[in-house]
């Protein structure tokens, strides 16, 4: 409170007050989620195509010269020769199944149910109290 007649401090010589430490970790809290906003933009514009070194990784494409590519496609064999102008030639040599042949899958049968009779309970005569003393009948 300014008392009556107080002199007020000119604004050209006055000093901030020293921050103190939360408003030091809540300001570098704020630069850092900032900054991550910032960074996740250029994330998204990575090159997915690229491996770490920075060249394109091998998508079966071959651009300019004479090349020949040869790979597996299940049974068959496939021979892909390509030429210089765009033109490529493809030739597929098939096998018959590897493993030989495959029957049909097995199918579960239930069996029938089976009843199975209980066994008799034979209670003798008499009373029988707690099950400790019984009196014949």
Request: aromatic residues 10%.
């Amino acid at each position: 409170m300014i008392r009556a007649g107080a002199k007020l401090p000119d604004k050209k010589n006055a000093v901030a007050p020293a921050p103190n430490r939360d408003n030091i970790m809540t300001l570098t809290a704020k630069t850092l989620c900032l900054a991550a906003l910032l960074a996740l933009p250029l994330a998204v514009h990575a090159d997915p195509w690229k491996d770490e070194s920075g060249h394109a990784k091998w998508r079966g494409h071959h651009h300019g010269g004479d090349y020949k590519e040869e790979y597996w496609d299940g049974n068959c064999k496939v021979e892909r020769k390509f030429k210089g102008n765009g033109d490529y030639k493809e030739e597929r040599k098939c096998k018959g199944p590897r493993y030989g042949y495959y029957g049909p899958a097995p199918v579960y049968v239930q069996p029938a149910p089976v009843y199975v009779e209980p066994a008799p309970v034979h209670v003798p005569p008499g009373v029988t109290v707690h099950g400790t003393v019984t009196f014949p009948r």
